[in-house]
């Protein structure tokens, strides 16, 4: 598990940092995979992959934001599941 | 957010080298507030692993080419050698001298602040490096660029040389395939040969060089392997690496046909891409991979961010970098912005004999359908072929139909400082005829200049 | 106002009143946030028929009370040229705001509805798990449109209140039920194993096509209903 702290901005201007969390990242983008009518095997190491490849990224960041994170998992899941990036991309687009 | 009155400087710059330090200069000399931050070593790239230690070591290597090649001047070279660990001693010496490799100090002493650490954007008017959260009134994006591998299958898994790390070799391989013709890669081969290594270069387009007129590549290739036994494999693909004991097996693809050999060191030297994985998006700041978008003022999408040098993908070249640097320094100080003026810019690449472009290529001049008049005098029409023993080499010079000068290009010894005739006279639209009726100094090797000229005058 | 007239009006305003999306953009949630917890396709059906149930109760209730209110003014059905005056005014001006603003200027389908409250909805969404939860969710996000249903479902019930008692009844249920037209149209997609992207693309490429759509409409019904009300009045009785 990678040691990069997350840097979450708030809008009220707080700034609590918290370390990175695989699981979290790994949940969201399962749930997006799954939410696209992907087989959950299928769903379950594609969040694997993803999880890998942010958290090998988060290691060569001390302090990224939340909305980086999206981005990258975004980016790197669009090679593989382009409907389930799209819907992780725009997930808080909906509204 | 960070308030406006609560910034922490009046301007950041990110990336110590060409694109960087003469603004953070230019800032701190007039008043400001500002700070440094460099990921590698202070003075970026050109001092500390390109322009400076390279030619450095061409300087060195030719001096020993050519006495070895010096009998026939009467210089007895039979004993000739060179000391490897020396050349590289003097390599450090020359970036020391410059004092703009590893430069921390230099910047501390004008009293700006210098971070060392990788930084990130958390939102338009804040930074983040080493968990330390800066904020600025302006930043100047200036993160240079890196060696992008191509994608070979296999190569990840085999330690591969860049331009960076060859100079960290212990001793010169004794084989060494070069993957990618370009600048540095010819530069390369041609030190790498001078050192007594047999030298593949390997290049996908039709002829090395090809950012340059067929010529140029047609030239050099002819040269390189002449001269220095390189082997140019041109339209070739490489397609996988193995290790293959303590060597390396290359599988390429040449005319169809697959062929594959052994070397000891591999050398990518194919491109290089801007630095742009620095939160981009969390200051809004529009991006792609080849370089961040600027408007004619080097301001990014953020109006108060600007971006400067390799960063912002159009080109490599330090007194590039460092025009770019002043201009936006220009420009985050001043309210009326000025433009950089890329004119008469001039392109070099540091081989024997050197070569060096400005303005328009012939191709270029193609591409845009432009109707140009154009001429060649080859170096051994000049009196000074004969007394330095030198013919390989031309001067081409475009112009437009009434005689402006477009572009030129010359290959020959000393071709960088050739070339800034040429590049006074494509800035301020010199005519051919102009130039042919300017002296030259006679056994100059810019005579070859005057007659390319005087054939469009 | 004759019979047929009331209800084309109250037709049209219905299915303008269906093409605002924000009930769509929370059912779009609802049914990702569901799938992607790996719940039953029965949970997904039982939260979604909830929330068309709560959204239903809440639309129905809304233009009966403004037609019950609107009666207590004018009982027997004779509404004012003023009233339907200002109605039409506040359609035309719905309208323009729809053109100006419904969609935020950035990618996805970013509604008007500002931050907050935005992030309110979805995270009340992503908490939804009961039947009853979709249930409140439904009646929740008809409350947040209310500033541009208002209109529709003013114009609905001033024809509402022109027909008799029965097709009053008639009247309201067919409101609701057109303008739920496109919460059912999504439903039954996911439903039916449409994939969401797929749904959400559709809508991002669309919106700006439904945001035309819904505010020229708005534009459209409020001239015409001025004309047949206003103008018409004015001129029967000699007034210009």
Known sequence: MSDALIDIIKREGRRPSERFERSKLHASVYAACLSVQAPQGEAQRLADMICDIVAAWCATKPEVTSADLRRMAARHLEAFQPEAAYLYKHHKLVL | ?457 | ?240
């Open chain 2, 1 to 457: 957010m960070v308030k406006q009155t609560a910034y922490n400087y009046d301007l950041i710059v990110i990336g110590s080298g060409a694109g960087g330090s003469v603004a953070a200069s230019i800032a701190a000399k007039n008043g400001k507030r500002v700070a440094v931050i460099e990921a590698g070593m202070f003075g970026g790239e050109s001092p500390n692993w390109g322009d400076v230690p390279i030619k450095a070591l061409l300087h060195a290597t030719q001096l020993y080419d050519e006495a070895k090649h010096g009998t026939r001047f009467g210089i007895r070279s039979a004993m000739l050698s060179y000391n490897y660990p020396s050349l590289i001693n003097w390599k450090d010496l020359a970036i020391k001298r410059t004092g703009a490799g590893d430069n921390r100090k230099y910047y501390e002493q004008q009293g700006i602040d210098t971070f060392h650490g990788t930084a990130h954007f958390l939102s338009p008017n804040e930074i983040s490096i080493n968990r330390r959260h800066l904020s600025a009134k302006h930043f100047l994006i200036a993160t240079g660029s890196h060696v992008v591998a191509p994608d070979i299958i296999g190569l990840e898994s085999v330690k591969y040389l860049t331009p960076r790390s060859v100079h960290s070799l212990m001793r010169p391989p004794k084989k060494l395939l070069i993957i990618g013709g370009g600048t540095t890669g010819v530069e390369l081969a041609q030190l790498m040969a001078i050192y007594g290594t047999k030298v593949y270069l390997v290049e996908i387009a039709a002829r090395i060089l090809p950012q340059e007129d067929e010529e140029v590549g047609v030239l050099m290739e002819r040269i390189l392997k002449e001269r220095k036994g390189v082997t140019t494999l041109t339209q070739t693909r490489v397609i996988s690496v193995v290790k293959d004991g303590v060597a390396k097996r290359v599988t390429f693809n040449r005319g169809d046909i697959e062929k594959s050999i052994l070397v000891d060191e591999i050398l990518v030297a194919t491109g290089r891409r801007p630095m742009v994985d620095i939160g981009l998006e969390n200051a809004s700041v529009a991006y792609t991979a080849q370089g961040i978008d600027v408007n004619e003022y080097l301001q990014t999408s953020a109006r108060h961010i600007f971006a400067a040098g390799d960063v912002l993908g159009h080109s490599s070249h330090t007194h590039t970098a460092l025009t770019e640097s002043r201009v936006a320094a220009h420009n985050i100080l001043r309210k009326e912005k000025i433009k950089p003026n890329y004119s008469g810019t001039p392109r070099l690449t540091f081989t024997y004999p050197g070569i060096a472009s400005v303005g328009l290529s012939e191709d270029d001049a193609m591409k845009r359908d432009l109707a140009i008049n154009k001429a060649m005098a080859p170096l051994n029409m000049i009196a000074r072929s004969n007394t330095s023993d030198f013919r390989d080499g031309f001067c081409k010079i475009i112009t437009d139909k009434k005689g402006v000068i477009l572009g030129a290009t010359v290959v020959a010894p000393h071709a960088a400082e050739i070339i800034h005739e040429l590049a006074l006279a494509v800035r301020h639209g010199m005519t051919a005829s102009e130039l042919a009726t300017t002296p030259h100094a006679f056994l100059s090797w810019s005579e070859v200049v005057r007659i390319a000229a005087a054939k469009l005058a």
């Open chain 3, 1 to 240: 106002m004759n019979t047929l007239d009331a209800f084309i009006i109250i037709g049209v305003a219905a299915l303008i009143h269906a093409s605002f999306q924000l009930g769509v953009s929370v059912l779009t949630l609802l049914g990702s946030h569901t799938i992607g917890k790996n719940r039953s396709h029965a949970k997904l059906l039982r939260l979604t028929g909830s929330y068309l149930i709560g959204t239903a109760v809440m639309t129905m209730l809304l233009v009966s009370m403004v037609s019950l209110t609107l009666l207590n003014f004018f009982p027997t059905g004779d509404v004012s040229p003023l009233i339907w005056a200002i109605t039409c005014g506040l359609l035309i001006g719905l309208g323009v705001a729809v053109w100006a603003f419904y969609y935020r200027r950035e990618q996805g389908t970013s509604l008007w509805l500002p931050r907050g409250l935005a992030s309110y909805l979805a995270e009340r969404t992503k908490a939804t798990h009961l039947s009853g939860e979709a249930f409140g969710l439904g009646l929740s996000s008809v409350i947040a449109e209310l500033l541009f249903i208002v209109g529709p479902i003013l114009l609905a019930s001033l024809a509402l209140v022109q027909l008799p008692p029965v097709w009053q009844l008639v009247g309201v249920a067919g409101y609701t039920f057109i303008s739920l037209l496109s919460l059912l149209i999504v439903a039954g997609l996911i439903g039916s194993g449409h994939k969401l992207s797929q749904i959400q693309k559709w809508r991002e490429d669309n919106k700006y096509f439904l945001q035309f759509v819904g505010g020229g409409g708005l534009m459209v019904l409020g001239l015409y209903v001025y004309v047949q009300q206003v103008v018409a009045a004015m001129t029967a009785t000699g007034i210009q």
